[in-house]
């Protein structure tokens, strides 16, 4: 299986936006869920947001609306709109993607990044003050 490919970093100033994209195509005819994780240089890697074979999604508890998850299967790519950028939102941004039983699929919506089985190399978003 292919690791899905992440575009779409890149440097914006306070307040800016960005849309990361992810080339899913491997993982679009079989049940997988889909999710976003970001780290921030010396930290530990977070989840942002996921979304399943259905379209259920889940946001980490800090995303409070400032970032979107959506997919395009018709094109075969994920999507994560991120509005009213902080410097503290800069980080190194990995799509990934679960597959599994329905227990592993319910934790990949939770953000556990333990059960995600396929990262990409990640894509860089620096916010400046």
């Known amino acids: 299986q292919a690791r899905p490919v992440e575009s779409g970093g890149g440097s914006v100033q306070t307040g800016g936006s960005l849309r990361l994209s992810c080339d899913v195509a491997e993982y679009s005819k079989s049940d997988y869920c889909m999710g976003w994780f970001f780290q921030p240089s010396g930290k530990e890697r977070e989840g942002v947001a996921a979304?399943?074979?259905?379209?259920?999604?889940g946001y980490a508890n800090f995303v409070k609306g400032q970032f979107t998850i959506s997919k395009n299967n018709a094109k075969n790519t994920l999507y994560l709109q991120m509005n009213s950028l902080k410097p503290e939102d800069t980080a190194m941004y990995y799509c990934a993607a679960a597959s599994g039983t329905e227990d592993t699929l319910i934790s990949a919506l939770t953000l556990d990044a333990k059960v995600y089985n396929y990262w990409g190399q990640g894509t860089q978003v620096t916010v400046s003050s």
């Open positions: 979304i399943d074979s259905d379209g259920t999604i």
